[in-house]
């Protein structure tokens, strides 16, 4: 990678399993919840490059700093509308926020932004998340009518033709106290 553009830095949700040794330093990443790792990238436009502590060196610069610019260059795309989100209604009255057209918008479910927007659009801080794909992002209420369950899985069967690094069924649970794993699947 020639010198590290901080414009095109992002947050990057994965399987553990992409990152294979990310004990040795090798990739500027941590682990997330449900065997995830969250990886620092560089987008190259039609692909994403990891991002090496090599990289942040040749710069100068730290990987908190790093992380920083990622999650706000993540929140930018998000707030100009470079990531389509949907409010979908079930038949009795329970909502859903549906995140996606963005090859990262699984990390949304990391930016206190949208944890605040899914809280108020879903009527309160207690709810589910679902990532399937790096590219989808699916915030629902804790119930759920059969029928928007059916709507929602229609959906998610839809979009899977297009999904490309599938993540995790298990779901996060969102609180008062922030997001924590859940032992509950799709």
Same mark, same amino acid.
């Given at each position: 990678?020639?010198?590290?553009?901080?414009?095109?830095?992002?947050?990057?949700?994965?399987?553990?399993?992409?990152?294979?040794? =990310?004990?040795?330093?090798?990739?500027?990443? =941590?682990?997330?919840?449900?065997?995830?790792?969250?990886?620092?990238?560089?987008?190259?436009?039609?692909?994403?490059?990891?991002?090496?502590?090599?990289?942040?060196?040749?710069?100068?610069?730290?990987?908190?700093?790093? =992380?920083?610019?990622?999650?706000?260059?993540?929140?930018?795309?998000?707030?100009?509308?470079?990531?389509?989100?949907?409010?979908?209604?079930?038949?009795?009255?329970?909502?859903?926020?549906?995140?996606?057209?963005?090859?990262?918008?699984?990390?949304?479910? *990391?930016?206190?932004?949208?944890?605040?927007?899914?809280?108020?659009? *879903?009527?309160?801080?207690?709810?589910?998340?679902?990532?399937?794909?790096?590219?989808?992002?699916?915030?629902?209420?804790?119930?759920?009518?059969?029928?928007?369950?059916?709507?929602?899985?229609?959906?998610?069967?839809?979009?899977?033709?297009?999904?490309?690094?599938? *993540?995790?069924?298990? *779901?996060?649970?969102?609180?008062?106290?922030?997001?924590?794993?859940?032992?509950?699947? =799709?």
């Amino acid at each position: 990678m020639s010198e590290l553009d901080t414009d095109k830095i992002y947050p990057y949700v994965v399987p553990g399993t992409y990152v294979p040794d =990310w004990e040795d330093g090798s990739f500027v990443s =941590w682990r997330f919840m449900h065997d995830l790792e969250v990886m620092l990238v560089s987008d190259l436009g039609h692909t994403v490059s990891s991002v090496h502590p090599k990289n942040l060196e040749q710069i100068g610069m730290a990987d908190d700093e790093a =992380w920083d610019i990622a999650f706000r260059n993540l929140n930018n795309d998000w707030a100009d509308g470079r990531m389509w989100v949907n409010v979908l209604k079930g038949e009795e009255g329970e909502r859903c926020l549906v995140v996606e057209n963005h090859w990262s918008a699984a990390a949304t479910i *990391l930016l206190p932004s949208m944890q605040q927007v899914a809280a108020e659009r *879903l009527g309160g801080p207690d709810f589910f998340a679902f990532i399937p794909d790096t590219s989808f992002l699916l915030f629902f209420q804790k119930k759920r009518s059969p029928k928007l369950k059916n709507t929602l899985d229609r959906i998610i069967s839809d979009r899977s033709a297009l999904f490309r690094k599938r *993540l995790t069924q298990k *779901l996060f649970l969102f609180g008062e106290s922030g997001i924590a794993e859940s032992e509950d699947t =799709w």
